[in-house]
C-alpha cells in the first residue's frame, strides 16, 4: 500500500480556509439578521429551549472572528499533516 504524504502547509490552508469560510458565512447571516431564527430553529430541531441571543452585527468582530478561527483552523492543519506523516512514514 502507498503511504500518502501531506502537505503541511496545504493542510493548514486548506482547513483555514473551510473554518474560516464557515465563520464567515456565519457572520453575513448575523449581518443580514437571519442569525437569530436561523439559531432558534437548529436549537427547536434538538430539542433545545433558546436561550441564546445573537448581538448587533460588528464588522470588527465578524473581522477577528474569522481571523482568528482561519488561524486556528491553520494550526490544526499544519499539525495534524504533521502527525499524519509521522505515523505513515515507512
Do not use: E
Not at 47 to 67: C, E, G, Q, R, S
Amino acid at each position: 500500500m502507498t503511504s500518502v504524504s501531506l502537505n503541511p502547509n496545504k493542510a493548514g490552508l486548506a482547513l483555514a480556509t473551510l473554518i474560516g469560510g464557515w465563520h464567515l458565512l456565519w457572520s453575513l447571516v448575523v449581518a443580514a439578521g437571519w442569525a437569530q431564527a436561523l439559531i432558534n430553529f437548529i436549537l427547536w430541531m434538538h430539542f433545545i429551549k433558546p436561550i441564546y441571543v445573537i448581538d448587533a452585527f460588528n464588522l470588527f468582530t465578524a473581522a477577528l472572528l474569522v481571523v482568528v478561527t482561519a488561524v486556528v483552523g491553520y494550526l490544526f492543519g499544519y499539525c495534524f499533516s504533521i502527525v499524519w506523516n509521522w505515523m505513515h512514514r515507512s
